[in-house]
């Protein structure tokens, strides 16, 4: 596996990218931005992934493609891995192959990777995540069919919106079973937007899968920034703040000891995901 280490050019163009998008001069996003990184792993061709890049306003052609090498021999469950804001279409893959490095020691299955248009503005990469839910919902229902193989999805930052957003669309189509698991890893979306109630509370209650919300008091980005671009908590950095009620199959989950800062939930050795499969049992 190869490894960089400190803070690189393509590192560096994507906090000030995101800054921009956030807060017009920068200057604070980028700050908390390079703090910390994921462990700077980078992904073999063959490393699996879905992508609806370039596909939100295609009106014709197949909602999604599938790069690298789909073999999967005798696993008899994957991990879906949803990336954040500001991730271009190289990054995506490398994320999903630290999470994949991540989860060798404890359990070692596939990890594909959710490649979408988050590399743009904000406000645009949230409206994109929105858009995305379809997409996926699609992709989820057809591997249901398809495959069969249990689907345990990791969202991370922005990616909790995409998965959200999906959940919606699953409860609306009655696809409720099609999940066996869903991991909020720094989730980027309103507290309160998981309650009973709120925008995603009655679809992850509808859901036949407990989905965990992991977060984390260490998270700058989300105390920060996203408070202050958003004018709400984000549910990574504090959980719900007892807001209540919540829905059935939910749960918080405090990994402030283990997550440094918003890039280290899924970082071999140092993040959060051995939790993320003790809770799953």
């Not at 939930?265 to 993320?276: A, Q």
Request: net charge negative.
């Amino acid at each position: 596996m190869a490894r960089q280490y400190g803070v690189t050019r393509r590192r560096l163009l994507i906090g000030l990218g995101s800054g921009l998008g956030l807060l017009g001069g920068g200057g604070l996003y980028l700050y908390w931005s390079l703090q910390g990184d994921s462990g700077g792993y980078t992904a073999p061709a063959s490393q699996p992934v879905v992508t609806t890049r370039g596909r939100l306003d295609t009106a014709e052609g197949p909602a999604f493609e599938t790069e690298g090498t789909w073999s999967f021999d005798d696993a008899s469950d994957v991990f879906l891995f949803v990336h954040g804001f500001s991730t271009d279409a190289e990054t995506a893959r490398d994320n999903a192959y630290t999470a994949q490095v991540a989860l060798e020691g404890t359990r070692p299955v596939p990890v594909i990777g959710y490649s979408w248009d988050s590399n743009v503005g904000w406000e645009q990469a949230k409206d994109n995540a929105e858009a995305n839910s379809t997409h996926l919902a699609q992709w989820l229902t057809e591997w249901a069919e398809t495959d069969g193989r249990s689907v345990h999805l990791l969202a991370h930052s922005l990616g909790a919106r995409v998965t959200g957003e999906t959940l919606r669309v699953l409860a609306d189509r009655g696809a409720t079973d099609v999940l066996a698991s869903v991991s909020l890893l720094g989730g980027a979306i309103p507290y309160d937007s998981v309650t009973a109630g709120g925008r995603y509370g009655d679809a992850i209650g509808t859901v036949d899968a407990p989905v965990s919300n992991f977060y984390s008091h260490n998270d700058k980005v989300l105390s920060w920034v996203y408070r202050a671009s958003d004018r709400t908590h984000a549910v990574g950095h504090a959980g719900t703040r007892d807001a209540a009620p919540l829905p059935d199959g939910y749960r918080d989950v405090d990994v402030t000891a283990l997550v440094a800062d918003h890039y280290s939930y899924f970082e071999p050795d140092e993040g959060c995901l051995p939790r993320v499969v003790a809770e799953l049992g």
